[in-house]
Protein backbone atom coordinates (compact mmCIF):
# COMPACT_ATOMS: atom_id res chain seq x y z
CA UNK A 1 0.00 0.00 0.00
CA UNK A 2 1.30 3.07 -1.08
CA UNK A 3 1.13 6.69 0.22
CA UNK A 4 -1.15 7.94 -2.16
CA UNK A 5 -3.62 4.71 -1.44
CA UNK A 6 -3.65 5.52 2.41
CA UNK A 7 -4.45 8.80 1.73
CA UNK A 8 -7.52 7.86 0.01
CA UNK A 9 -9.34 5.37 2.27
CA UNK A 10 -12.54 6.34 3.90
CA UNK A 11 -13.58 5.91 7.34
CA UNK A 12 -16.94 4.36 7.34
CA UNK A 13 -19.26 6.20 9.36
CA UNK A 14 -21.74 4.23 11.11
CA UNK A 15 -18.74 1.38 12.00
CA UNK A 16 -17.04 4.93 13.69
CA UNK A 17 -20.07 5.78 15.39
CA UNK A 18 -20.72 2.33 16.70
CA UNK A 19 -16.96 2.25 18.31
CA UNK A 20 -17.71 5.79 19.84
CA UNK A 21 -21.16 4.72 21.64
CA UNK A 22 -19.34 1.16 22.76
CA UNK A 23 -16.65 2.51 23.39
CA UNK A 24 -17.82 5.34 25.85
CA UNK A 25 -20.25 3.26 27.50
CA UNK A 26 -17.42 0.63 28.53
CA UNK A 27 -15.79 3.61 29.69
CA UNK A 28 -18.26 4.73 32.13
CA UNK A 29 -18.59 1.23 33.40
CA UNK A 30 -15.02 1.13 33.46
CA UNK A 31 -15.18 4.57 35.94
CA UNK A 32 -17.49 2.73 37.93
CA UNK A 33 -15.48 0.08 39.02
CA UNK A 34 -12.88 2.35 39.31
CA UNK A 35 -14.58 4.52 41.59
CA UNK A 36 -16.09 1.41 43.80
CA UNK A 37 -11.80 0.08 44.46
CA UNK A 38 -10.93 3.76 44.68
CA UNK A 39 -13.78 4.31 48.12
CA UNK A 40 -13.26 0.75 49.04
CA UNK A 41 -9.35 0.55 49.52
CA UNK A 42 -9.29 4.37 49.93
CA UNK A 43 -6.79 5.64 46.89
CA UNK A 44 -7.15 7.10 43.86
CA UNK A 45 -4.71 5.04 42.56
CA UNK A 46 -7.51 2.69 40.48
CA UNK A 47 -9.26 6.15 39.28
CA UNK A 48 -5.77 7.66 38.20
CA UNK A 49 -5.52 3.89 36.21
CA UNK A 50 -8.36 4.76 33.49
CA UNK A 51 -6.52 7.74 32.35
CA UNK A 52 -3.41 5.75 32.66
CA UNK A 53 -4.75 3.59 29.85
CA UNK A 54 -6.36 6.63 27.90
CA UNK A 55 -2.42 7.75 27.86
CA UNK A 56 -1.33 4.93 26.30
CA UNK A 57 -2.76 5.62 22.99
CA UNK A 58 0.47 7.51 22.23
CA UNK A 59 1.71 3.77 21.59
CA UNK A 60 -0.61 3.79 18.46
CA UNK A 61 1.24 6.13 15.75
CA UNK A 62 4.85 4.42 16.84
CA UNK A 63 3.64 0.67 15.98
CA UNK A 64 1.07 2.11 13.29
CA UNK A 65 4.02 3.83 11.60
CA UNK A 66 6.84 0.44 12.42
CA UNK A 67 4.31 -1.49 11.83
CA UNK A 68 2.53 -0.54 8.44
CA UNK A 69 -1.09 -0.18 10.34
CA UNK A 70 -3.24 2.89 9.18
CA UNK A 71 -6.39 4.64 10.05
CA UNK A 72 -8.72 6.02 7.45
CA UNK A 73 -8.27 9.75 7.88
CA UNK A 74 -11.03 10.88 5.37
CA UNK A 75 -13.96 11.10 7.10
CA UNK A 76 -12.02 10.33 10.39
CA UNK A 77 -13.22 11.95 13.98
CA UNK A 78 -9.15 12.64 15.28
CA UNK A 79 -7.82 12.54 18.49
CA UNK A 80 -4.37 13.95 17.16
CA UNK A 81 -1.80 13.54 14.54
CA UNK A 82 2.26 12.72 14.34
CA UNK A 83 4.16 10.71 12.37
CA UNK A 84 2.37 10.65 9.81
CA UNK A 85 -0.16 8.93 11.43
CA UNK A 86 -3.78 10.70 12.73
CA UNK A 87 -5.22 8.62 15.28
CA UNK A 88 -8.87 8.75 15.79
CA UNK A 89 -11.23 9.56 18.64
CA UNK A 90 -12.43 5.55 19.76
CA UNK A 91 -8.85 4.62 19.26
CA UNK A 92 -8.92 5.94 22.53
CA UNK A 93 -11.19 4.94 23.81
CA UNK A 94 -9.93 1.37 22.59
CA UNK A 95 -6.94 2.25 24.41
CA UNK A 96 -8.81 3.42 27.58
CA UNK A 97 -10.66 0.28 27.78
CA UNK A 98 -8.36 -2.18 26.44
CA UNK A 99 -5.23 -1.54 29.05
CA UNK A 100 -7.33 0.42 32.01
CA UNK A 101 -9.73 -2.48 32.24
CA UNK A 102 -6.92 -5.07 32.77
CA UNK A 103 -5.39 -2.66 35.18
CA UNK A 104 -8.40 -2.14 37.30
CA UNK A 105 -10.29 -5.46 37.27
CA UNK A 106 -6.73 -6.77 38.08
CA UNK A 107 -5.93 -3.95 41.12
CA UNK A 108 -7.39 -5.81 44.12
CA UNK A 109 -5.31 -8.91 43.20
CA UNK A 110 -1.91 -7.25 42.47
CA UNK A 111 -2.64 -5.03 45.74
CA UNK A 112 -2.84 -8.58 47.95
CA UNK A 113 -0.27 -10.13 45.55
CA UNK A 114 -2.81 -12.88 45.09
CA UNK A 115 -2.04 -13.55 41.35
CA UNK A 116 -0.43 -16.74 40.67
CA UNK A 117 1.49 -17.85 38.06
CA UNK A 118 -1.05 -20.24 36.28
CA UNK A 119 -3.45 -17.10 36.35
CA UNK A 120 -0.68 -14.84 35.11
CA UNK A 121 -0.12 -16.81 32.22
CA UNK A 122 -3.87 -17.00 31.42
CA UNK A 123 -4.31 -13.35 31.26
CA UNK A 124 -1.86 -13.47 28.70
CA UNK A 125 -3.24 -15.81 26.38
CA UNK A 126 -6.65 -14.57 26.98
CA UNK A 127 -5.70 -11.25 25.96
CA UNK A 128 -3.81 -13.51 22.23
CA UNK A 129 -6.81 -14.84 21.59
CA UNK A 130 -9.05 -12.29 22.58
CA UNK A 131 -7.29 -9.35 20.89
CA UNK A 132 -7.64 -11.44 18.17
CA UNK A 133 -10.68 -12.71 17.57
CA UNK A 134 -11.67 -8.77 18.48
CA UNK A 135 -10.17 -7.06 15.84
CA UNK A 136 -11.78 -9.23 13.38
CA UNK A 137 -14.86 -7.07 13.76
CA UNK A 138 -13.19 -3.76 13.29
CA UNK A 139 -10.74 -4.52 10.51
CA UNK A 140 -13.79 -6.22 8.26
CA UNK A 141 -15.81 -2.98 9.27
CA UNK A 142 -12.80 -1.02 7.73
CA UNK A 143 -12.02 0.80 11.03
CA UNK A 144 -8.33 0.28 10.54
CA UNK A 145 -5.85 -1.66 8.18
CA UNK A 146 -2.80 -3.05 8.11
CA UNK A 147 -0.89 -3.83 4.92
CA UNK A 148 2.30 -5.50 3.41
CA UNK A 149 5.01 -6.61 4.68
CA UNK A 150 3.42 -8.03 8.02
CA UNK A 151 5.20 -11.19 9.62
CA UNK A 152 3.02 -14.32 9.96
CA UNK A 153 -0.39 -13.20 8.49
CA UNK A 154 -1.63 -16.23 8.13
CA UNK A 155 -5.39 -14.63 7.42
CA UNK A 156 -5.43 -11.73 5.49
CA UNK A 157 -9.33 -10.81 7.20
CA UNK A 158 -7.55 -10.58 10.90
CA UNK A 159 -4.81 -9.70 12.57
CA UNK A 160 -1.36 -10.67 12.09
CA UNK A 161 0.28 -13.11 14.36
CA UNK A 162 3.06 -11.23 15.79
CA UNK A 163 0.70 -8.50 16.41
CA UNK A 164 -1.99 -10.53 18.13
CA UNK A 165 1.48 -11.27 20.81
CA UNK A 166 3.09 -8.07 20.59
CA UNK A 167 -0.25 -6.27 21.74
CA UNK A 168 -0.82 -8.85 24.60
CA UNK A 169 2.92 -8.17 25.91
CA UNK A 170 2.23 -4.98 25.82
CA UNK A 171 -0.36 -5.25 28.52
CA UNK A 172 2.15 -7.45 30.60
CA UNK A 173 4.78 -5.28 30.93
CA UNK A 174 2.50 -1.96 32.15
CA UNK A 175 1.14 -4.24 34.20
CA UNK A 176 4.40 -5.21 35.82
CA UNK A 177 5.26 -1.91 36.01
CA UNK A 178 2.27 -0.98 38.27
CA UNK A 179 2.99 -4.17 40.64
CA UNK A 180 6.57 -2.68 41.23
CA UNK A 181 5.27 0.20 42.14
CA UNK A 182 2.10 0.01 43.89
CA UNK A 183 4.36 -0.37 47.69
CA UNK A 184 5.43 3.62 46.63
CA UNK A 185 2.44 4.99 45.55
CA UNK A 186 1.38 6.88 48.05
CA UNK A 187 0.27 10.50 48.21
CA UNK A 188 1.58 12.56 45.36
CA UNK A 189 3.33 9.57 43.77
CA UNK A 190 -0.09 8.16 42.83
CA UNK A 191 -0.01 10.51 40.36
CA UNK A 192 3.02 8.76 38.52
CA UNK A 193 0.86 5.23 37.93
CA UNK A 194 -0.34 7.47 34.37
CA UNK A 195 2.73 7.35 32.71
CA UNK A 196 3.87 3.47 33.84
CA UNK A 197 1.18 2.48 31.54
CA UNK A 198 2.00 4.10 28.20
CA UNK A 199 5.80 3.15 29.33
CA UNK A 200 5.81 -0.09 29.91
CA UNK A 201 3.44 -0.47 26.75
CA UNK A 202 6.19 0.92 24.68
CA UNK A 203 8.87 -0.95 26.33
CA UNK A 204 6.55 -4.02 25.36
CA UNK A 205 5.54 -3.34 22.12
CA UNK A 206 8.46 -2.18 20.56
CA UNK A 207 11.42 -3.53 22.52
CA UNK A 208 10.28 -6.97 21.80
CA UNK A 209 8.70 -6.25 18.67
CA UNK A 210 12.34 -4.48 17.40
CA UNK A 211 13.71 -7.29 14.85
CA UNK A 212 10.10 -7.62 12.73
CA UNK A 213 9.90 -3.50 12.69
CA UNK A 214 14.08 -3.12 11.65
CA UNK A 215 13.43 -6.01 9.25
CA UNK A 216 9.71 -5.22 7.87
CA UNK A 217 11.12 -1.56 6.75
CA UNK A 218 14.15 -3.10 5.28
CA UNK A 219 12.60 -3.58 1.77
CA UNK A 220 13.65 -7.85 2.09
CA UNK A 221 12.57 -10.66 1.12
CA UNK A 222 9.18 -12.26 2.84
CA UNK A 223 10.47 -15.02 4.48
CA UNK A 224 13.08 -12.66 6.31
CA UNK A 225 10.16 -10.99 7.73
CA UNK A 226 8.54 -13.93 9.02
CA UNK A 227 11.69 -15.33 10.22
CA UNK A 228 12.17 -11.44 12.21
CA UNK A 229 8.39 -12.17 13.72
CA UNK A 230 9.38 -15.33 15.04
CA UNK A 231 12.11 -13.94 16.30
CA UNK A 232 9.85 -10.91 17.90
CA UNK A 233 7.24 -13.41 19.19
CA UNK A 234 10.24 -15.63 21.12
CA UNK A 235 10.67 -12.53 23.01
CA UNK A 236 7.69 -11.35 23.82
CA UNK A 237 7.07 -14.58 25.45
CA UNK A 238 10.50 -14.17 27.15
CA UNK A 239 9.87 -11.19 28.72
CA UNK A 240 6.14 -12.20 29.64
CA UNK A 241 7.86 -14.96 31.43
CA UNK A 242 9.82 -12.39 33.37
CA UNK A 243 6.56 -10.78 34.35
CA UNK A 244 4.71 -13.26 35.54
CA UNK A 245 7.91 -14.11 37.33
CA UNK A 246 7.26 -10.56 38.81
CA UNK A 247 3.98 -10.41 38.94
CA UNK A 248 3.17 -13.74 41.07
CA UNK A 249 5.19 -12.48 44.06
CA UNK A 250 3.87 -12.15 47.56
CA UNK A 251 1.49 -9.42 48.97
CA UNK A 252 3.15 -5.62 48.16
CA UNK A 253 0.16 -4.26 50.43
CA UNK A 254 -1.72 -4.92 53.50
CA UNK A 255 -4.65 -7.86 52.29
CA UNK A 256 -7.60 -5.96 53.73
CA UNK A 257 -9.04 -2.69 52.23
CA UNK A 258 -8.45 -0.20 55.53
CA UNK A 259 -11.61 -0.37 58.10
CA UNK A 260 -14.15 2.35 57.94
CA UNK A 261 -13.82 5.17 60.81
Same mark, same amino acid.
Given at each position: ?49 ? %?????? @?? +????? /?????? *?? !? ?100 ? %?????? @?? +????? /?????? *?? !? ?66
Amino acid at each position: MTSASISQLIMPALPQTIALCVGSIAVAALLVIAIFHSRRYRSIVPVLLL %PAGFCT @VA +LEPIV /GLLGHG *VH !PVIGQIPLFTTLGRTIPLHIGLVYTFYYGSMYILLYPKLRDGVITRALAWQLFWATVVGAFVFEVIPLRAGLWVYYEPQALWIWHGGMPIFWVVANAVSVMV %PLTLIK @VF +LPVCQ /GWKQGL *VV !PLSPMGAIMGHDGTGFPFYIIANAGVSQWLVDLSGAASIALALFVTGVCVHVIAQTPVLPLRPPSAS
